[in-house]
T-cell receptor, first 113, second 112 residues
Framework: SAVISQKPSRDICQRGTSLTIQCQVD?????MFWYRQQPGQSLTLIAT?????????ESGFVIDKFPISRPNLTFSTLTVSNMSPEDSSIYLC??????????FGQGTRLTVV | KQEVTQIPAALSVPEGENLVLNCSFT??????LQWFRQDPGKGLTSLLL?????REQTSGRLNASLDKSSGRSTLYIAASQPGDSATYLC???????????FGQGTTLQVKP
């Protein structure tokens, strides 16, 4: 399976600011996914990122709040905009599928104060 | 819309016990089912992947089964160890893209 590197691993941010999370895969993948895991909760899909097209957002998530870039087949970024304490979560990127299943980065633990 | 449920939410067992974690899903038209382990504050480690055409997969002390007709999967852990303490998540894939719907997880504590 491929390896996903996610940066930063953690951050503490002031409310009202934005944070961009980077996700690098060591092989080319068609789709990448961004998930949010709120404290004590399971993972919820934010959006699917395809190279060369706009991301597809799940219900309850909007592009203005979570803009996503996918400039090539190995890289994606998720920005959490105008942050509030409610955005404090672990954000994870994922890729893969098919016969190998999905694999995940180590996540970004975000705390908004 | 696919929904995934895991029972129990938490489990505490003494070391050495065999145990079963349960996962159910509402839409039997899944592409695959994947079990993950998550340590506190960390990312996900894939444990086992079962394709829709398969009934079970084994890796070491872990065995996962899949019954699409009943919408269930189980993760069997043999001879549990304190190092197995973690949250176990099951996730259903609806296609070969890697997009997953997750259950709420079972938090396992294995006491020495």
């Amino acid at each position: 399976s491929a390896v996903i590197s996610q940066k930063p691993s953690r951050d503490i941010c002031q409310r009202g600011t934005s944070l961009t999370i980077q996700c690098q895969v060591d092989s080319q993948v068609t789709m990448m996914f961004w998930y949010r895991q709120q404290p004590g909760q399971s993972l919820t899909l934010i959006a699917t990122a395809n190279q060369g097209s706009e991301a597809t957002y799940e219900s309850g998530f909007v592009i203005d709040k979570f803009p996503i870039s996918r400039p090539n087949l190995t890289f994606s970024t998720l920005t959490v905009s105008n942050m509030s304490p409610e955005d404090s979560s672990i954000y994870l990127c994922s890729a893969g599928g098919g016969g190998l299943g999905a694999f995940f980065g180590q996540g970004t633990r975000l705390t908004v104060v | 819309k696919q929904e995934v449920t895991q029972i129990p939410a938490a489990l505490s067992v003494p070391e050495g016990e065999n145990l079963v974690l349960n996962c159910s899903f509402t839409d039997s038209a899944i592409y695959n089912l994947q079990w993950f382990r998550q340590d506190p504050g960390k990312g996900l480690t894939s444990l086992l992947l079962i394709q829709s055409s398969q009934r079970e997969q084994t890796s070491g002390r872990l065995n996962a089964s899949l019954d699409k007709s009943s919408g269930r999967s189980t993760l069997y852990i043999a001879a549990s160890q304190p190092g197995d303490s973690a949250t176990y998540l099951c996730a259903a894939g609806s296609s070969n893209t890697g997009k997953l719907i997750f259950g709420q997880g079972t938090t396992l504590q294995v006491k020495p």
